[in-house]
Nanobody
């Protein structure tokens, strides 16, 4: 599975962005997918995850009610809609695939995209 994240950019606090992750490979649609983020000097942290069929979603407490993860298996795409963004959420955002549903540990993810920069100005 190969993954490519896009959609990052510069946004003001309170604004919105939609990240996209394009997956390739025959088995891409069968994997659970997740989004992580990593700010400079900090560890990579879990943001959201979705099961292979989109039936279940999981979120970090800090983003619940503001972020929405979704997927379109026909297009092999995963999305992260981010609303009410905060300056402290400035980070590189990564998409990743996992054999495990709802996994929050980065070690549970096998394949990673290259990351897309999200910068939230105050």
């Amino acid at each position: 599975v190969q993954l490519q994240a896009s959609g990052g950019g510069l946004v003001q606090a309170g604004g919105s962005l939609r990240l996209s992750c394009a997956a390739s490979g025959r088995a891409a649609a069968m994997y659970a997918m997740g989004w992580f983020r990593q700010a400079p000097g900090k560890e990579r942290e879990f943001v959201a995850a979705i099961t292979w069929n989109g039936g279940y979603t999981y979120y970090a407490d800090s983003v619940k009610g503001r972020f929405t993860i979704s997927r379109d298996n026909a297009k092999k795409m995963v999305y992260l809609q981010m609303n009410s963004l905060r300056p402290e959420e400035t980070a590189v955002y990564y998409c990743a695939s996992s054999k495990f549903r709802g996994a929050e540990a980065a070690a549970a993810y096998d394949y990673w995209g290259q990351g897309t920069q999200v910068t939230v100005s105050s």
